[in-house]
Every structure is written in C-alpha cells, then in structure tokens.
C-alpha cells in the first residue's frame, strides 16, 4: 500500500541560497538518498529590508533573478515571507516589495504568506498568479478561528499555530479539503506556555517597517539558551519523522513547515537529515555537502 505524498516546507529561499545551490542538485540526482514518501513542497523566505516581511528579521541579501531561477529550475515552489501584521494603505506602494512580487508572479506555482488582510487583498488584485499562505504570526490558538481561517478561499494553506499539532480530537473533524490545506510547524522551540508570542511577532513586524522600537525580550524558560533542535524535540507540540507518518498521514495530513531562517545552514542540514534522508544515506549526504577527510572541528 502507496503512503500519503508528504511535502515539507523548507526555510531559507534568500537567505540560504549557496546552501540550496549545492543541495537541489544532490536531492535531485541521488533521489535514493531519500525518503520516497517525501518532496520538498516549498522553500520560503525573504531578503533583507522588506517592510512587508514578518516573523524573522532577514540580513541576508541574494539576488532574486537568481534566487527564482534556481528554485524553477528545479521545479520548486517559492514563498516570500511577506507576513507583516502592521501594514496599512501607505506601505503598499513600496518598489522592493513589489518587485519581488512581480518577479515571483512571472512564474506559476509560486506564493506569498501573508498576514495582513490589508496586503493580501493588494496582492490578490496586483499578482493573481499567485497562491496565498495564512501565517502562523496569527497565533491562532482558538480551534474555531483556526477553522474559519481554513475555510477562507483566499488561502491555498494556513499554516497552524504549534499549540494545535496535538488537538488530535479537534484536527480528526476536520473533512479532507480542510486537511489538504492545513500546514503544521513541527520543529518549534519556542516554549508551549507563553503569552507574548503574539507580542514577539508584532516587534518584528515595527522594525522591519523602520519605526524605532525596543526589542521583545523573552521571558520563557531558558531562552537565553537560544534554539536547539535537541531542545525543540522535548517540545510537546514536536513533531518527529515517526509522528508525520504513524498519525498524521493516517489522519489525512500532508504539509509540514520546518522552521529556521533565522539559524545556521548546518542546522537546516540536520533537519533534512532527520525528517528526509535514509538512516543509511546521511552521511553521504554530510560528505557531499561539507565532509571531507581534512575538515577540522575545533
């Protein structure tokens, strides 16, 4: 019996670029090295200095005539992070923001996540070509408003806050068309308990507009420890490789978000690795990207 097609969605389109220019043609040429049930449904980011952007605030610039060419040529969606939750009339005209839209459109297959309505009802009208994502700065926690979200026909997929991976009672009512268009993060560090996650997002959301603002300060349990995956996989909202295919395919699920944009490319790996290569392939997957019999460690 043929599994459930289960697509990731992979971070860093801008600001891993050098890391994906050597790993497509890997993922491409020596598909053996993984997981048959799996593809890369996206990969998702921003450069820097976009007012539209959210959740993350991206330094990295990369030429994006190259950016795209790299992930068509590939046959890859591309998501720009455009999930500002303060943009008003006025931010609408910017000429970055609207270019890289522009050159996103001129393909097909390509999308936006957003989190202004404002924005979205733009870009709607403005690049029709493309999809649209509901993003996670959200935070919808309430089951009701995640529902409702899912059934607006403005969204391709919505993107859940982690705090809903494990309603399982709750998800199991949703009907196939709902589940094909919900998109789970699974690998979150952020602590399950706090408050001002909403709060983290809008400070993000002012800066990368340019007002001058103090910065959020994470208040939760051992933030100053910073991300580690090791950390995110006691999360109780963490999704494992054995999860994605033990329940949530059964349920009828198949999109996953990995975060990490905002983190190093040898990270990204470690996730690849973990949620799709081969036990047996990882470490000719380590060797084609960065192993070699000098390399040294400290």
């Not at 990731?8 to 491409?28: M, N, S, T, V």
């Not at 994006?64 to 931010?91: G, W």
């Not at 993000?204 to 300060?217: A, K, Y």
């Amino acid at each position: 019996m043929s599994i459930r097609k289960v697509y990731y969605h992979l971070p860093g389109l801008f600001e891993f670029y050098d890391f994906y220019e050597k790993f497509l043609p890997l993922y491409r040429n020596q598909r053996h090295y993984f997981y048959d049930w799996c593809e890369i449904g996206s990969i998702y980011g921003s450069p820097a200095d976009c007012i539209w952007s959210g959740g993350r605030i991206s330094y990295v610039n990369n030429d994006p005539d190259k950016v795209f060419s790299l992930v068509k040529k590939y046959n890859i969606s591309a998501r720009l992070t455009f999930s500002n939750s303060m943009i008003c009339q006025e931010h609408l005209s910017d000429l970055r923001c609207n270019e890289l839209c522009r050159l996103l459109s001129e393909a097909n297959g390509n999308g936006v996540i957003v989190h202004s309505d404002v924005l979205l009802e733009y870009l709607k009208e403005k690049y029709p070509n493309l999809y649209f994502v509901s993003s996670t700065t959200k935070v919808l926690v309430d089951f009701n408003e995640l529902i409702d979200e899912v059934n607006r026909d403005d969204f391709a997929y919505v993107v859940i806050d982690f705090r809903l991976n494990k309603a399982f009672a709750q998800l199991e009512t949703l009907n196939q068309t709902q589940k094909d268009k919900v998109e789970f993060l699974c690998n979150e560090c952020c602590w399950i308990g706090c408050k001002d996650r909403k709060k983290c997002y809008e400070t993000v959301s002012r800066q990368n507009l340019g007002i001058d603002c103090v910065d959020h300060v994470c208040k939760a349990p051992h933030s100053n420890d910073g991300y580690r995956f090791s950390k995110a996989m006691e999360n109780p909202s963490f999704i494992s490789k054995d999860d994605i295919l033990q329940t949530y395919v059964p349920m009828g699920f198949s999109n996953f978000k990995i975060e990490g944009r905002d983190l190093g490319n040898a990270l990204l790996l470690e996730f690849i690795l973990y949620y799709m290569v081969k036990p047996e392939y990882q470490i000719h997957v380590r060797e084609e990207m960065y192993l070699d019999t000098m390399l040294d460690l400290f």
